[in-house]
């Protein structure tokens, strides 16, 4: 895949992107939680963290980011209250679109890690 290097996305080397080029927009997206939201009935995926997952969703043998759950979803509501807009650039094993997204000119992923609510991982932020 282009732009992915020992295991990481570079979102802005991407030339191929599986979504087309396009972008995801809605006024108010579904929080699943910390990390996910449903955006225009596209289940999407936040680029480069993981946040703390709700009760019961952490696999056996998987290393879960610690934190508080609830804490990570609400925080996430709160930052997307207005419109958000998402650069796909690629799915996941679950088949969740990661993207890139942004609301009120912020980026998520990046909010949430300053706010102590996620980790980067999965890739690098450039905040």
């Known amino acids: 895949m282009v732009g992915a290097i020992f295991g990481f996305l570079l979102p802005e080397l991407l030339s191929a992107n599986p979504a087309g080029g396009m972008r995801i ?5 579904g ?3 910390g990390d996910t ?4 009935g596209t289940r999407v995926r936040l680029a480069s ?3 703390p997952e709700m009760p019961g969703h952490c696999r056996s043998g998987r290393r879960c980011t610690p934190g508080d759950p ?10 997307t209250r207005g419109p958000v807009e998402c ?5 996941d094993v679950y088949g969740r679109t990661i993207a890139l997204c942004t609301s009120g ?9 300053e706010a102590g609510r996620a980790v980067e991982r999965y890739g690098w932020l450039w905040c």
């Not at 927009?25 to 997206?29: L, S, V």
């Not at 650069?87 to 799915?91: A, H, K, L």
């Open 31 to 33: 929080i699943i939680d």
């Open 49 to 51: 963290i993981d946040a």
């Open 87 to 91: 650069r796909p650039s690629d799915t």
């Open 70 to 79: 609830y804490a990570a979803r609400d925080y996430l509501s709160f930052l």
């Open 37 to 40: 939201l449903d955006c225009a």
């Open 105 to 113: 000119g912020r980026d998520l992923s990046c909010a949430m890690v």
């Open 25 to 29: 927009a809605c006024d108010r997206p």
